[in-house]
């Protein structure tokens, strides 16, 4: 039977990962599967639950500055400017591994990636575990990440899942990587690069912030956020029809995804939407990205939709 846990039992779920299992915990971004940082089980056991790769590293979630500090070796002022500007929240940060970070949780990388995360319920498992959490999203490895408890329960009915509500971002943070002078965006997520723009206006020296290339990131492939039928990036009734054309779904069952005109909504609601519409009876999805739908939040959106697509207008051969 599936240990369903009530949101006070926080303590349980907490002994359980200090005894080297894994919980599935609510985070402002999507859920994650945690495991002790301190428990070699417990993060091997994230991997083979989710079916990930080992060369995929995990981000370690930490309930204040001082557990950011021991899992890495520097802290570079850049560094600690940027986490006092957006932590607790959907930023996570690449910086050099500290000798005792386990290199499980880092894929054999010299780097390791800290997050501060602002739901409650996560700071509160950290604190009351006495470690910080390592903790992938809690789904199969390339398939959409969950953005509410049921979702976590209907992929791995055997994990304890502590409930604390819908994601309130919704997709996962954007993760960035910290040298002298430069930022480098390795995702986009839940914080903008606008935003990163806005706080570095602040800082005493110019920084550059750039969009990293994809091998800079080990986990972010080409595909991923599979949904269970073809999705289409379409701009117009024309590429709609290439692309059902192209894809053998002619006149078939086609669905739009509903994103709404915000960008916060549609970042909330876009996996749970992805989710709802592939099992709906649908054989076809697709999403219309017009040229408001841009910048901002729009552009993690557009980054998860690409990847989960296997039809855009720059690549139709994606199928
Ligand atoms: O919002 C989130 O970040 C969620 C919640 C649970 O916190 N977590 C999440 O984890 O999305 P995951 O494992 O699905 O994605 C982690 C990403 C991967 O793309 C991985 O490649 C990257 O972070 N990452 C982790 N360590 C890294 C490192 N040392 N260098 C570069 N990228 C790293
Ligand atoms: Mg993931």
Redesign the pocket.
């Known amino acids: 039977m599936p240990a369903l846990i009530d949101s006070n039992d926080l303590k349980e779920a907490a002994e359980k990962l200090r005894r080297g299992d894994v919980v599935a915990i609510p985070?402002e971004?999507?859920?994650?599967l945690a495991a002790s940082i301190g428990s070699e089980d417990g993060l091997k056991k994230i991997f083979s639950t989710k079916e990930r790769p080992f060369f995929?590293?995990?981000?370690v979630?930490v309930a204040s500055f001082e557990q950011a500090r021991q899992v890495t070796r520097e802290w570079p002022p850049l560094a600690d400017f940027l986490a006092r500007w957006f932590w607790p929240g959907?930023l996570?940060i690449?910086l050099p591994?500290a000798a005792t970070t386990s290199s499980l949780i880092?894929?054999g990388?010299d780097?390791?990636?800290v997050?501060y995360?602002a739901h409650p319920f996560a700071q509160e498992l950290i604190r009351l575990t006495g470690t910080p959490l390592a903790?992938?999203?809690?789904n199969k490895f390339g398939r959409t990440?969950p953005s509410t408890a049921d979702h976590v329960r209907a992929e791995f009915p055997d994990v304890t899942v502590v409930d604390g509500g819908p994601c309130e971002v919704g997709l996962?943070?954007t993760?960035i990587?910290v040298t002298p002078g430069e930022i480098a965006i390795?995702?986009p997520?839940?914080i903008t690069q606008e935003d990163i723009e806005l706080a570095t206006e602040r800082w005493a020296q110019p920084v550059r912030i750039r969009r990293a290339e994809s091998q800079?990131?080990?986990?972010?492939l080409k595909h991923h956020y599979m949904p269970k039928v073809p999705l289409a990036i379409v701009a117009n009734d024309t590429q709609l029809a290439e692309a059902q054309r192209d894809l053998g779904k002619v006149a078939l069952r086609a669905r739009e995804l509903d994103l709404t005109d915000d960008p916060t909504q549609a970042a909330r609601r876009l996996y749970a939407e992805m989710r709802t519409q592939e099992e709906s009876g649908a054989d076809f999805l697709y999403a219309v990205k017009t040229p408001a739908k841009d910048g901002g939040l729009w552009a993690a959106v557009w980054d998860r939709l690409t990847r989960a697509a296997s039809w855009t207008p720059e690549d139709r051969s994606r199928v």
């Open positions: 985070t971004t999507v859920y994650g995929d590293p995990l981000i979630h959907p996570t690449v591994k880092t894929s990388l780097t390791v990636a997050r995360p903790a992938p999203s809690a990440s996962e943070s993760v990587a390795l995702r997520g839940g800079e990131s080990p986990g972010h």
